[in-house]
């Protein structure tokens, strides 16, 4: 296990590469490490899911369900009625 944790710790702090298809040699492909271009695709992930949720019906009724059910938890911790 610490083995699996060394190389995951190497490699997140590595710079991101790419295969060089006709010699088969890894290239650096930008100038950023692993753990942040995981950040940054993470990030635009997170947006477009959002994106797709507010333009889904169904999105829209889970996201006010949840914030209803949000704002009721609140209100009882804070022993407020909920009116």
Known sequence: MQCLIR??????LSAV????????????????TN?????RVAQILSRERKVREMRSPHGKAIAASNSNLWISRLTRRLGMVNG
């Open 35 to 39: 753990e942040k271009a995981l950040i």
């Open 7 to 12: 190389e995951g710790s190497t490699f997140i």
């Open 17 to 32: 590469s790419r295969v060089n298809l006709q010699t088969g040699i890894y290239e650096p492909a930008y100038q950023e």
